[in-house]
């Protein structure tokens, strides 16, 4: 699946899909509430890099 050897994990699934409606219904904030709440229920957080040349970003 596009280039991944392997399929992602449940967790990973929820805490990407949680992202995406946090950031489509609120923006930025809702990214930063989709990440306190994956990171509570312990489900992993989608970390924000502000480095424009960062190479894991791009």
């Keep these: 699946?596009?280039?991944r050897k392997n399929s992602p994990?449940?967790?990973e699934v929820a805490t990407r899909s949680?992202?995406?409606v946090g950031r489509t219904?609120?923006?930025d904030k809702?990214?930063?509430v989709a990440n306190k709440v994956t990171g509570a229920l312990g489900l992993g957080r989608i970390?924000?890099?502000?480095d424009?040349?960062?190479s894991d970003c791009n």
């Design 1 to 3: 699946m596009f280039g």
């Design 9 to 11: 994990s449940a967790a």
């Design 18 to 20: 949680a992202q995406v």
């Design 25 to 27: 219904v609120a923006g």
């Design 30 to 32: 809702g990214g930063k």
């Design 47 to 50: 970390e924000q890099c502000s």
């Design 52 to 54: 424009p040349k960062c």
